[in-house]
């Protein structure tokens, strides 16, 4: 049997060998996205990965940067 071609690493190590897909969990997460069963067939590869990757996170802004930013563009 093959590893899922659905597996990312942002997601952690692939399934064991002989493991199978688990579709029940990716179709609460796409309903989670607003994606139906329609829309979660229909997704691609490349869709799937889009929106179940964690993006880089970049931590909360700096005090500095937040007084910069209201000097540079004040409240009227």
Same mark, same amino acid.
């Given at each position: 049997?093959?590893?899922?071609?659905?597996?990312? %690493? &942002?997601?952690?190590?692939?399934? +064991?060998?002989?493991?199978?897909?688990?579709?029940?969990?990716?179709? !609460? @997460? %796409? &309903?989670?996205?607003?994606?139906? +069963?329609?829309?979660?067939?229909?997704?691609?590869?490349?869709?799937? !990965? @889009?929106?179940?990757?964690?993006?880089?996170?970049?931590?909360?802004?700096?005090?500095?940067?937040?007084?910069?930013?209201?000097?540079?563009?004040?409240?009227?």
């Amino acid at each position: 049997m093959t590893r899922s071609p659905l597996h990312h %690493a &942002a997601h952690g190590p692939p399934p +064991p060998e002989g493991e199978e897909t688990p579709w029940p969990e990716m179709m !609460r @997460m %796409a &309903a989670g996205f607003g994606a139906g +069963p329609q829309a979660f067939w229909r997704l691609s590869l490349k869709e799937w !990965r @889009m929106l179940t990757e964690r993006p880089d996170v970049v931590g909360p802004m700096g005090r500095g940067v937040f007084e910069q930013m209201a000097e540079r563009w004040p409240d009227e």
